[in-house]
């Protein structure tokens, strides 16, 4: 009898799925995002798009990169098109040595893992350490692909408070000593200390030492990831956590901001032992990273200023947050709060009260500018007054009449909510239904 009565649908799955029943329990953290709808109406010409995190790669030197790419096929072909080794190529964890010293970073090759973007580091690292139900700590919000992985390998995510200068030590403190407490295993915490995706903001130089204090006393990894490091606009990079940690810290990197994400090409430089499993997981995903991308980074980065290169990325990506900050400043009503980013590529804005930025987005939409509601940076549901901007990619007028959009969306929702009172639902409740992984976010 049984077998006739209908069976549960996981969630994200449609009837249409006939694989349903068959599917391992983690997929049900797999879900496409509901506004990931919106985001195909988004990415039309006529709307402009705040949501994307796609660096903007139109200065890169494509004559230099093709010619280093054509020269590599020619000269060592036969090596960039064959299988490499599990770890990555020797020559390239040298480079990446050498670009981890610019944030104070003394490591040996030895321990580099290259990995598939920094993305996969992330997936690499929650993979052999975490079971289904440990705890990972990430700040509050947090970067929506690491949360996809947490949710995939079934980890419980803990949200810490973050405020203008990062991850709240306090706070840290509070919510390990309440975990342990519980009697329940944390894995890692894992944070964005340099121009937070999606909050904008930096773990001051200050908090830097106590966070890795607080996290060698509990016995917690600290999970590092960085790609936006050296794109402070005014400033000096930061130094890595990992710079003076080298025991309880894995830190993870990119060339997808400082070069060009087609090439896949991020790191991991982990604890000696640490290091030879994210081999042996790395062999197990993928035998090894692939060999043309690592030797077209390793021989663009011999061959190009690449230095000068993130320079002019810096001054670009500067005049693109000067553009947001100055459209805010001069258009947004006066209860909407924003952080002024120091680098990278996001500002993370509140609403006025009682404001539901998910709910505000089709209409948002419709008015032809689009952004990523903060609820889609949560694992718990809230965010629902927050919306991650970002300016990376628009020209600065584009921002600006992206800007004076998303503010006439606001003012209508302001005065639908004086007409009819509670005409959108109130934060938090009203974020409730995480959206979910989406990989069309970055
Ligand atoms: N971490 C953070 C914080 C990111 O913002 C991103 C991409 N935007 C990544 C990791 C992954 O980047 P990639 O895989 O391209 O290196």
Same mark, same amino acid.
């Given at each position: 009898m049984s077998e006739h009565l209908p069976r549960p649908r996981p969630s994200?799955?449609? +009837? @249409?799925?006939?694989y349903v029943d068959r $599917?391992?329990? =983690?997929? =049900? /953290?797999m879900t496409a995002s509901e506004i990931r709808a919106l985001f195909s109406v988004a990415? +039309?010409? *006529?709307v402009v798009s705040l949501a994307g995190g796609m &660096?903007? %790669?139109?200065? @890169? &030197?494509l004559d230099v990169v093709g010619d280093a790419v054509e020269e590599l096929v020619r000269a060592r072909g036969t090596v960039a098109m064959q299988y490499g080794s599990g770890q990555g190529d020797p020559r390239l964890r040298e480079q990446i040595c050498d670009v981890m010293r610019l944030e104070g970073i003394e490591a040996h090759p030895d321990d580099v893992v290259v990995t598939v973007g920094s993305q996969q580091a992330v997936d690499l690292v929650t993979r052999i350490f975490c079971d289904p139900g440990d705890v990972v700590i990430c700040e509050a919000p947090s970067y929506v692909g690491a949360l996809g992985v947490f949710k995939a390998y079934e980890c419980d995510v803990v949200h810490v408070e973050m405020d203008e200068h990062g991850l709240v030590p306090q706070a840290l403190r509070d919510a390990i000593a309440h975990v342990q407490a519980a009697g329940r295993r944390i894995k890692f915490v894992y944070t %964005?200390?340099?121009?937070?995706?999606?909050?904008?903001v930096s773990l001051s130089p200050h908090r830097r030492p106590e966070i890795l204090e607080i996290c060698r006393e509990a016995d917690v990894l600290v999970l590092e990831d960085n790609? $936006? /490091?050296? @794109?402070?606009?005014? *400033? *000096?990079?930061y130094r890595a956590l990992r710079a003076d940690e080298a025991d309880g810290v894995i830190y993870l990197g990119s060339f997808?901001?400082?070069?060009?994400?087609?090439? =896949?090409v991020g790191w991991a430089l982990a604890p000696h032992a640490v290091r030879e499993k994210l081999v042996l997981a790395q062999e197990s995903a993928t035998? !090894?990273?692939p060999s043309f991308s690592q030797l077209a980074v390793s021989a663009y980065l011999e061959r190009h200023d690449w230095r000068g290169q993130v320079k002019q990325f810096r001054e670009m990506y500067r005049e693109r947050r000067d553009a947001m900050v100055e459209a805010l400043d001069d258009?947004? &009503?006066?209860?909407a709060r924003w952080n002024v980013p120091t680098g990278g590529f996001y500002v993370w804005l509140t609403l006025p009260p009682g404001l539901d930025a998910k709910a505000m987005l089709p209409r948002a939409v419709t008015s032809r500018v689009a952004f990523v509601p903060?609820?889609?940076?949560f694992a718990d549901g809230f965010g629902s007054q927050s919306m991650r901007l970002s300016y !990376?990619?628009?020209t600065p007028e584009r921002i600006r009449e992206g800007v004076r959009r998303l503010v006439g969306v606001i003012e209508e929702e302001l005065e639908l909510r004086e007409t009819f009172g509670t005409a959108v639902p109130l934060a938090p409740e009203a974020g409730r239904g995480y959206d979910g992984p989406h990989t069309d976010l970055t």
């Amino acid at each position: 009898m049984s077998e006739h009565l209908p069976r549960p649908r996981p969630s994200g799955s449609t +009837r @249409l799925d006939g694989y349903v029943d068959r $599917y391992a329990a =983690r997929t =049900r /953290g797999m879900t496409a995002s509901e506004i990931r709808a919106l985001f195909s109406v988004a990415s +039309r010409p *006529e709307v402009v798009s705040l949501a994307g995190g796609m &660096p903007n %790669i139109s200065g @890169l &030197p494509l004559d230099v990169v093709g010619d280093a790419v054509e020269e590599l096929v020619r000269a060592r072909g036969t090596v960039a098109m064959q299988y490499g080794s599990g770890q990555g190529d020797p020559r390239l964890r040298e480079q990446i040595c050498d670009v981890m010293r610019l944030e104070g970073i003394e490591a040996h090759p030895d321990d580099v893992v290259v990995t598939v973007g920094s993305q996969q580091a992330v997936d690499l690292v929650t993979r052999i350490f975490c079971d289904p139900g440990d705890v990972v700590i990430c700040e509050a919000p947090s970067y929506v692909g690491a949360l996809g992985v947490f949710k995939a390998y079934e980890c419980d995510v803990v949200h810490v408070e973050m405020d203008e200068h990062g991850l709240v030590p306090q706070a840290l403190r509070d919510a390990i000593a309440h975990v342990q407490a519980a009697g329940r295993r944390i894995k890692f915490v894992y944070t %964005i200390p340099n121009y937070h995706n999606p909050a904008g903001v930096s773990l001051s130089p200050h908090r830097r030492p106590e966070i890795l204090e607080i996290c060698r006393e509990a016995d917690v990894l600290v999970l590092e990831d960085n790609p $936006y /490091g050296l @794109l402070g606009f005014d *400033e *000096e990079p930061y130094r890595a956590l990992r710079a003076d940690e080298a025991d309880g810290v894995i830190y993870l990197g990119s060339f997808s901001k400082t070069f060009a994400p087609g090439f =896949r090409v991020g790191w991991a430089l982990a604890p000696h032992a640490v290091r030879e499993k994210l081999v042996l997981a790395q062999e197990s995903a993928t035998l !090894c990273p692939p060999s043309f991308s690592q030797l077209a980074v390793s021989a663009y980065l011999e061959r190009h200023d690449w230095r000068g290169q993130v320079k002019q990325f810096r001054e670009m990506y500067r005049e693109r947050r000067d553009a947001m900050v100055e459209a805010l400043d001069d258009m947004m &009503p006066a209860a909407a709060r924003w952080n002024v980013p120091t680098g990278g590529f996001y500002v993370w804005l509140t609403l006025p009260p009682g404001l539901d930025a998910k709910a505000m987005l089709p209409r948002a939409v419709t008015s032809r500018v689009a952004f990523v509601p903060g609820t889609a940076f949560f694992a718990d549901g809230f965010g629902s007054q927050s919306m991650r901007l970002s300016y !990376c990619y628009p020209t600065p007028e584009r921002i600006r009449e992206g800007v004076r959009r998303l503010v006439g969306v606001i003012e209508e929702e302001l005065e639908l909510r004086e007409t009819f009172g509670t005409a959108v639902p109130l934060a938090p409740e009203a974020g409730r239904g995480y959206d979910g992984p989406h990989t069309d976010l970055t």
